[in-house]
Each structure stands twice: as structure tokens, then as C-alpha cells.
């Protein structure tokens, strides 16, 4: 399950782990800010009770999208070249 909202300057998603309870462990939610300059994935540590937080750049969010697409191996993206041009 997941939720979306749109909030002043971010677009929040918050992902619940629905796993199947007894079968495997539940994770915390993962809550995902996606600013204009950067994304921001927040998980709670229930070991320390604090929040651990880690930015990516909107170049390595591309990296990331396209990797999931992808075989094993190194790639780097190239930019399109525009064909009107």
C-alpha cells in the first residue's frame, strides 16, 4: 500500500510494508519527498528511534530508474539529441 500527497513544495509518497505478517519481518514505511532539486527517502531505525534520512540528486533518481530496467553491468546515461535541431 501507499499514499501520495502533494504538498507547498513536495510531492510526499509513504510506502507500508504489507507483507505477509508471521511470514516475514514488516520494515517501517519508507516516506519519500520529491522536491524540486532533490529526493529524499525517511525510514525510522526502531533500534535507535530516530529517523534516517538519505538525499539523492534528480541526476542519480534517473541513474536509479533506469537501472531498474536494466542487466547486470556499468552504463552511463547520455543525454538525447534533440532531431529538430
Not at 5 to 32: N, S, Y
Not at 36 to 44: A, F, M, P, S, V
Amino acid at each position: 500500500m501507499f499514499t501520495i500527497e502533494h504538498d507547498f513544495d513536495a510531492t510526499v509518497v509513504t510506502l507500508v510494508d504489507e507483507g505477509e505478517e508471521g511470514i516475514q519481518h514488516l520494515k517501517e514505511d519508507v516516506t519519500i519527498n520529491a522536491f524540486e532539486d532533490c529526493i529524499t527517502l525517511e525510514q525510522l531505525e526502531p533500534q535507535t528511534d530516530r529517523v534516517q534520512v538519505v538525499t539523492l540528486s534528480m541526476s542519480q533518481v534517473r541513474d536509479l530508474a533506469a537501472a531498474l530496467d536494466l542487466p547486470e553491468g556499468v552504463y552511463r546515461l547520455k543525454p538525447v539529441e534533440d532531431e529538430n535541431v
